[in-house]
């Protein structure tokens, strides 16, 4: 297969990576029959969620983080941990509380005896030391311990007492935020909100779902899952994941509607303009693309298509989109603006 992959599109648009090759597309292929036994072993203790389900694996193997969003009592921590646990993966939750302190997350030296009557001072690893972390409740920590966090997901390394220390990948993670109770909290700026591919926002489930939930929780003990990866096959699939071959009209398709949500530059169609006063950047078109090569991933798919870019459009911007007092007065979301734009394409 070492020709070039044109894309199945009318247009036959040409492909700027070279394409997959043979072990590439037999790996794809594995993966999309992963991502459904994942699926199936989740769904033994997780009822419903799909939608939630396949953007944590669209970010997990993008190697990127995401936000999630929703009250509480949707199995947030239920979910991530069990989604660790199916991958082997090892898994730290940190509860985010104003009295927080950066050491609490990336761990301090601690004076400890060495053996021979002498006391020297050893790193103990704070919670942040894990492949899959949960930050709950983010956004109540203070700035200096956001700061500290920022640095985790960026580097995927921490800095204490002057000294450097790596984070085990593959290093993902997961922020929620409640969008009930907001006092005592200090909100993410958007430099940090950036940071995140995706804001994946739970809702609550269905009659039918809630009774299963009621049926499945307060029975016997949660069955343990069968383990499915390890962190070395995940390490590989990101890895493939990042040569996936885009079209050159998916990563236009992708600039166009990045720059559609930025009022300033022309780019906006007019009804926008009151309604969004910053939109998204960079970051977003990058984020765009690697989340449509990891779902086309997950997928089975050889190739980015123009609905992978449509699937992960709306996590990937309505964190990025700040709104105008004009857009809360008419009850528009970023949601709701990013959904017209679609509707538009």
Known sequence: MSQSVVSNNSSASSVTEPSLSDDDVQAVDRLGRLTQQLRDE????????????????????????????GVPGLAKTLLVSKLAETMSLKFNR???????????ITGTDILQDNGDGRREFQFAHGPVFANIVLADEINRAPPKTQAAMLEAMQEQRITVVGKGFDLPPPFMVLATQNPVEQEGT??????????????????YPSEEEEIAIARTTTGGKLPELQHLMTAENIIANQDLVRRIPVPDHIYTEAAQLVRKTRPAG???PSWLLPLVSW???????????????????????????????????????????????AAQAEGMTARDIVARLLEEE
């Not at 940190?94 to 609490?104: A, E, G, R, S, V």
């Not at 690697?290 to 449509?310: C, F, H, P, Q």
Request: aromatic share 6%; hydrophobic share 50%.
């Open 42 to 69: 989740l769904a033994r203790v997780i009822v419903g969620q799909r939608e939630t389900i396949d953007l944590l694996l669209v970010c997990l193997f993008a190697r990127r983080h995401a936000l999630l969003m």
């Open 94 to 104: 940190i509860q985010f509380t104003p009295d927080l302190m950066p050491m609490d």
């Open 186 to 203: 200090y909100p993410l700026p958007e430099a940090q909100l950036d940071r995140f591919m995706a804001l994946i926002e739970l809702d």
């Open 266 to 268: 022309g780019t906006a």
């Open 279 to 325: 939109g998204a950047g960079p970051r977003a078109v990058q984020d765009l693309i690697l989340g449509a090569k990891s779902r086309a991933a997950l997928e089975g798919s050889y190739m980015v298509r123009t609905e992978d870019i449509r699937s992960v459009a709306l996590p990937v911007l309505t964190h990025r989109l700040i709104t105008t007092f």
